[in-house]
């Protein structure tokens, strides 16, 4: 399967999904699902054109694509995903401030820092500089929580 | 004239102004720089600010900051490939390319020049053209808004991407993420699934900090991984970024013999970029788009383009900036803002008691020269602040990345909470952190959604107001003549730029 | 040593107490924080921080002010509601709009008694504008025009689902049809009617489409809401026409329900007397702004109203398209 195959039929279900679940359900009347609808359709027809070049350029041995999505390295880089969900989740409950510092030391222990003295320094400096300058100068709140 | 000409400099020029003017574009330059954080958050965070500062000091702060913010983005675009204002993007094309080469001095200095070589240009188009422009912007209605929407898009969709049909994929992406939130006919939501924090759609800083900033945090972590395991990480190391600071020293010089050759780039770029800002809405990200796209097609040498062509940094920067000077039309002429900076310096007129509108140049002309005075001053600060801050910032690139990427996740976070204050707000950075992580595996252009989301509902609400207004006839669109006109020049841009594809694909 | 610090301490929490408990309480201490629940280019946002100017230096606090916008206010009225009640947390702006915002765009609806109410500030009215070129030049010129030309005369909003809402409700009392175009903001909308893409167009006060209309440049019809348009005092509105329904826009305070009342009274009172500053009413006056103090329990009659109305209006006008 080649990009081009791959990237079509997932336009196409996102499509399928839009058309039988998405609009019927959440959006109110025919009026305002026309211009959804029509977007849908246009994206529909895109896909197909993608799909039909992709089977073309199979049928002619066109160069098997190396599938870069799902590699060790990717599945590492994504890591940074969840841990961005659990810091985000945190910042109300825990406090924006403390759970930044928390959460730097993690990231940087993450993107492969190692000396434990940057790590300290970096992961206390930055969220004083930030608190010094948006929180203090301008005075703008982040969420407080339990902690700070 | 002259005499309020004269009362508005004497207004203006005392220290403490000059003090904010500088301030503001120190500041502004700064957040922009950083991934994550924009001019635009600048202004939010600094509003409270400017409401004490008394109304030259107050505008002169607020103007600055979006001056000096507009070049401070571009600076990562050159660094690091990630823009640090939605309107840096098309920087990165070819700037970052310079960087990898070595000469990210060089490129940074034609950004900043031809930035605020255009900007001045354009605000003087605004200080000496405003009447007659704004004539022009008032006959702009839902038809003509609706066809030079239709000609912006389809134009940089062809032309942004190798692949057209790509173009058209982000495009339609882009347009179908711009219809989540509120119809704007019925006022009824859609497609919002029963979240109401969804109800005015996808606010857009969020937006392009997860796109631009986090998903390319995503990328190059990704890419460090597998050159560590490939073992050859230190070699990239050395390779791509310590060579900044050994080889060849004119690899940093701009020679005024390389900007005199995109003069004409600049000129163009800002003639278009003007044009764009004179319709409201239409933002610099578009301006700076179609300069690029245009610069392209004239230029010499269009096989330089994306590799580092000075011109594409000339287009891109001054494409962008000439956009601010003309936007400002509508707010001195009639009191109606056409962005952000404009909006709130409308409120920071009204909160000392003073309304812009058709009369402000009667009655409060000495004001309205001052704040045109300001303009030209925060661009001056601009260059002289840049020109050092380019030099000293220039050797970041050398930190190591992890501090980099940290700081970049941080910063996200924030630029994403703080314009509406809401947590809900940085989730929606992260999936579309992820979401342009994905669709870049897919050479699925990224801007180009961007430019289409920003312009989809304007598309959709000045189209269906259209329709309303002729009573459902479509033929509205090619009665009008600015929107006949742009629909014929939609065609024949298109035709033109498929064919030159075709030449160089056969070449 | 260490005892008797707890000692200490424990005396001064005591004193504290007592103090509150007998003096009333002990506020503010902190930096009190006002959300608005629109954006910062908005008329809630200007006209908060004109009145916040004033109530800090009363209240010997700092104010910290967060736009939050979202949902036609439904977005920051929630964040107040979900605030701790301890008088810290303040939504300020055109509220009423924000409770009448559930009902048309279908989410959960607020209780009077979400809040507790400071008072309101001032009344604004939607004004319906046409150009100087037209052949209609009063209101009942205007609807025997529309009448003449069903389906031909176009009439816009800017952004208030209330306001076309309303203009429907005159549409069916009347017997006639119009276009509705809706715009995105007040200022969209006033360049539309400027520039003759529209026949008429409703705005709130002090909009570009008013201040042109001051210098003659455009042409007042009616006001849809029950007060009087400043700078027009020959305008009618919806009540002295008879029509069964208005806008009823009026700017406020208010606080998460289970503030204090002696908070709340205090802070009514700082907006009162706020509210007698000559020179901050001249210019809140310049702006186009109606700056009118109603206390508290006022306001809550406001909102009640405001809320029983919405409902009513929408069945009235279920069928018109």
Known sequence: MNDELKLGSAILACCCFMWFYAIPNHIKGPQAALYPKSLIIAMAMISLMILIKGIRSRKNGGQEEKWTLLNEASVKALLVVPIMAVYIFLIDIVGFYTITFVFIILFMLCFGARRPLSICLYSALLPAIIYLVIGKLLSFPFPAGILF | MLEQLLSGLNMVLVPENLLWAGLGVAFGMILGSIPGLTDNMGIVLMLPFTYYLGPIAGIALLMGLTKGGNFGGSIPAILFNIPGTPQAMVTCIDGHPLTKQGKSGKALKQALFSSVMADACSDLILIFLAAPVAMIALKIGPPEYTSIIIFSLIVISVAASDKPLRGLVAVVLGLLLGTVGTDPEFGTTRLIFHVIDLADGFHIMPMVIGMLAFSEVLLQLEQQIMNRLRKRFSEIQAEVFK???????????????????????????????????????????????????????????????????????????????????????????????????????????????????????????????????????????????????????????????????????????????????????????????????????????????????????????????????????????????????????????VFFLLKRKKKLMTD | MKKALVALTALFLIGGFWVNSVMGVDYPTKPITIIVPWGAGGMSNVSTRMLGEKMKAILGQPIVYINKPGASGVIGLNAVKKAKPDGYTIASGALTLGFTSPFFFDTDRFEVDDFVYIGSYMPQERVLFTTNDKPYKTWEEFIAYSKAHPGKVSVGSGGAQWALEVMKSIARKENIKWKYVMFKSGGAASSAILGGHVDACETGTGTPAYQSARQGKLRVLVDLGTEKVPFFPGVRNMKDLGYPFSTMLEYGMAMPAGVPEEIRQKLENALKTVMQDKELMNKMGETGFTPRFVSGSGYREIVIGAINDTPALQDYVKDIK
């Open chain 2, 243 to 493: 060579n900044g600071d050994v080889i060849n020293p004119d690899y940093h010089r701009l020679s005024w013999k390389e900007f005199r050759g995109t003069l004409p780039t600049i000129f163009r770029s800002t003639g278009i970029g003007a044009a764009i800002g004179i319709i409201p809405g239409i933002g610099t990200t578009v301006g700076s788009y179609l300069s690029y796209i245009m610069a392209k097609q004239y230029s010499k040498h269009p096989e330089k383009f994306g590799n580092g062509a000075l011109e594409g940094i000339a287009a891109a920067e001054a494409g962008n900036n000439a956009v601010n000077g003309p936007n400002l039309i509508p707010l001195v002429t009639l009191g109606i803002p056409g962005n952000l900076a404009a909006a709130l310096i409308l409120g920071g007129f009204m909160i000392k008691g003073l309304v812009p509108g058709p009369t402000f140049m009667q009655t409060n002309g000495d004001m309205l020269y001052a704040l045109f005075i300001i303009l030209l001053l925060s661009n001056f600060f601009t260059l002289l602040i840049g020109y050092f801050y380019i030099k000293r910032v220039r050797k970041v690139t050398s930190i190591p990345k992890f501090y980099l990427f940290t700081g970049i996740i941080v910063f996200s976070v924030i630029g994403s909470y703080v314009s509406y204050a809401s947590l809900f707000d940085v989730y929606v950075m992260l999936v579309f952190g992820i979401l342009g992580y994905l669709l870049t595996k897919f050479k699925i252009n990224l801007p180009t959604i961007i430019v289409a989301f920003f312009l989809g509902p304007m598309l959709e609400s000045k189209f269906r107001q259209s329709l309303s207004i002729s009573g459902d006839d479509a033929t509205v669109f090619l009665t009008k003549p600015i929107s006949l006109t742009f629909l014929i020049l939609t065609i024949a841009a």
